[in-house]
């Protein structure tokens, strides 16, 4: 996992609910605590702000690879129907962009679909051989854990331990990576 | 607490059930052995499918001559069969892209298999493309690769190109939002997984999936934006299909009605669909708390919409076929509705036009049993309008020298039984293997949207539950 380097000592945070993970993050943070990741079976909506992440750049990535989709479809059809072997059927110009719209377009989305799962998954650090390292397995199924690396937090384990307790966690274990 | 329901709506998951009851009631089928019902109905698919494909070996083996078509008629139901699988598929992505966009919450319990219903839809209308290619070891010829017959391109003006590239796209895009929309589930149940192997193959094809918060941002923008691709490429691949017609110059195929009307026909065979399949899902699987009767009235009404729109098209192409001044295309409307496919086309208008119409009542909009019912029969009222544009259009030609009619063989009808054999059994292998409910966003939608809000929430102790007083009157 990219978040992870070397042997760290973890303590992680089991919590019940979203909406009190969701307010535990905010207040986890205010007592100068850093968290390392928050993890969920499901979508929380506002947790990646809460924990300041910065806002996803996919969209970029997305609006590039379409556009490269763009460019291969009008390149693809200038050179074959306009240069290579122009073709009048029906009395059209052998190349005009109009006619090809529904090329350009498919291969737009197709372009950018592609690339921006790739995109995704390259930078999660995905692939079908990809170990992960999960906190805690249940946080796919019904929990919700925050992972807090104590090597680079400078609070006590014993008060990090309270701090997540007081914010509503219904446990708090140890792991080592 | 942040999350607020609203009064008017009437819950979607019921049964009080809290994240992990989902995950144990759709994991279930998954990491148990087959049932019973399983097994039977895929050994049924199995043999309709090896039959079917031995008949398909024999038609490619043989020539297109096994079939019915004549120097008339050269296209029957090889395009009748495609056009009408491609639109069974449209349905899984305008439940995935479209309501997704729309904030549809209802979408949730039943896109999984919508969506794997696309897929395998898809498929059967491919096949059919390469069977009424005649010579399927060629049919690369249809993609623009240099070749070795000089520089000889495909023809980027045909729609039966346009048709390649969209088909494929669809296909594409559409996989890849299934297999993305299925990761999560996937890494619970490998999380879940007792044995090494289903540990390791799950494990795989989750792609090392964690959960993070992280991940999940980046996932619902990706998913975001895919819905935002997959909608417009719903609206282009149907009215794709609706031009291999439209751009002719036959009586009937040449109107420019086509594309929205193909397009609505689509979504409404495609629901009909859907509704067949969840309908047996749900009892089968016993997920009646998370496919409900809101979710069949949901359709039924996107049923009802589309099947309007469908009946005022008829009439449109019927109008504009007289109002136009044609005589070509006034008598191949006569033709079709009292030419000698009449029955074939006041089957269509009863099956489409006239039955759906019972959705207006809710009692039958919320009854299993109509709806099912009511489902099949628009299915066969979608192909048996297939047929009519395709078949009556073409066999009454400029020439009356050249008027001829289409009687299906064998072998027409053993290929259309064979496409149901491959869809049943690459459906019947989903519905064992992944799960057919999408656990991670059904579980976003409990608290808004369940008849009993979890513990937490309501702020009671741990273990307890409360009852939503928006939906049990009891408790105020």
Redesign the interface.
């Known amino acids: 996992m990219s978040d992870v380097h070397g042997s760290s000592k973890f303590l992680v945070g089991i919590f019940d609910d979203d909406d009190v993970v969701l307010k535990a993050v905010k207040e986890v943070r205010n007592s100068g605590v850093r968290i390392q990741e928050v993890y969920s079976p499901f979508p929380i909506h506002g947790l990646d702000i809460a924990l300041g992440h910065p806002r996803s750049r996919l969209g970029i990535a997305a609006f590039l690879f379409g556009l490269s989709g763009t460019l291969t479809a009008l390149a693809l059809t200038f050179y074959t129907e306009g240069f290579d072997w122009p073709m009048i059927v029906g009395g059209k110009d052998s190349y005009s962009p109009v006619i090809y719209v529904p090329v350009i377009f498919e291969l737009t989305v197709l372009f950018c679909a592609l690339g921006m799962v790739g995109t995704f998954i390259v930078s999660n650090g995905m692939g079908p051989t990809v170990k992960p390292l999960m906190y805690d397995l249940r946080t796919t199924d019904n929990k919700f854990a925050m992972a807090i690396d104590l090597s680079k937090n400078n609070i006590g384990e014993s008060d990090i331990e309270q701090i997540l307790k007081k914010s509503g966690a219904a446990e708090v274990n140890v792991k080592q990576f | 607490?942040?999350?607020v329901t609203a009064a008017v709506r009437t819950p979607l998951v019921t049964g009080g059930k809290?994240?992990?009851d989902v995950?144990e009631d759709i994991s279930k089928q998954v990491e148990g052995n087959p049932t019973r019902e399983w097994t039977i109905a895929f050994t049924i698919a199995v043999v309709v499918l090896i039959y079917g494909a031995a008949c398909v070996f024999w038609t490619w083996w043989e020539g297109l001559g096994v079939w019915g078509l004549n120097k008339t008629v050269g296209w029957a139901w090889d395009i009748t069969n495609f056009v009408w699988w491609v639109g069974i598929g449209h349905a899984g992505t305008l439940i995935s892209a479209i309501l997704l966009l729309f904030r549809q919450k209802w979408r949730t319990a039943v896109n999984r298999a919508a969506e794997a219903m696309t897929i395998f839809a898809v498929l059967c209308a491919a096949s059919f493309i390469m069977m009424h290619a005649g010579r399927p070891w060629v049919a690369y010829w249809c993609l623009?690769l240099p070749n070795t017959l000089g520089?000889?391109?495909?023809?980027?003006?045909?729609?039966l190109?346009?048709d390649v590239?969209?088909i494929?796209?669809y296909f594409?895009?559409s996989l890849?939002?299934w297999y993305?929309g299925l990761i999560?589930d996937l890494?619970?149940i490998?999380?879940?997984a007792k044995s090494k192997v289903s540990r390791y193959i799950y494990?795989?094809?989750s792609?090392?999936?964690?959960?993070?918060?992280?991940?999940?941002?980046?996932?619902?923008?990706?998913s975001l934006?895919?819905a935002g691709?997959s909608t417009?490429?719903v609206l282009?691949v149907h009215t794709?299909v609706s031009?291999d017609f439209a751009t002719s110059v036959i009586p009937g195929w040449h109107t420019t009605i086509f594309p929205p009307y193909f397009v609505a026909g689509a979504i409404f065979s495609g629901f009909a669909m859907v509704q067949n399949l969840v309908l047996i899902i749900r009892v089968v699987f016993k997920l009646e708390d998370y496919i409900t009767l809101e979710h069949i009235e949901s359709m039924n009404k996107v049923i009802t919409l589309t099947g309007s729109i469908v009946g005022v098209a008829y009439l449109t192409e019927f109008f504009i076929a007289w109002y136009s001044g044609v005589e070509f295309e006034g008598y191949a409307f006569i033709n079709r509705a009292t030419g000698p496919y009449w029955w074939a086309y006041w089957a269509m208008m009863t099956c489409n036009v006239i039955t759906p119409q019972l959705f207006w009542s809710r009692a039958i909009r919320r009854s299993i049993v109509w709806t099912f019912v009511l489902s099949v029969i628009v299915n066969i009222g979608m192909w048996f309008e297939r047929f009519v544009i395709i078949v009556t259009s073409l066999h009454r030609d400029y020439l009356p020298s050249s008027w001829a009619m289409f009687h299906p063989t064998l072998f027409d009808i053993s290929d259309y039984i064979f496409s149901f054999g491959f869809f049943f059994t690459l459906f019947l292998l989903f519905s064992k293997f992944l799960p057919v409910v999408n656990?991670?966003?059904v579980?976003?939608i409990i608290k808004s949207s369940s008849e009993i809000l979890?513990a937490?929430?309501s702020g009671v102790a741990?273990g307890e539950r409360v009852t939503n007083p928006t939906f049990n009157k009891d408790v105020e």
């Open positions: 607490m942040s999350h809290t994240y992990a995950t623009p520089s000889l391109w495909v023809n980027f003006k045909s729609p190109v346009w590239f969209a494929s796209t594409t895009v890849v939002f993305m999560p890494a619970t490998r999380d879940r494990g795989a094809f792609l090392g999936w964690n959960g993070s918060a992280k991940t999940w941002a980046r996932y619902e923008y990706m934006i895919l691709l417009p490429l282009s794709i031009m656990m991670a966003e579980k976003t979890p937490s929430v741990k």
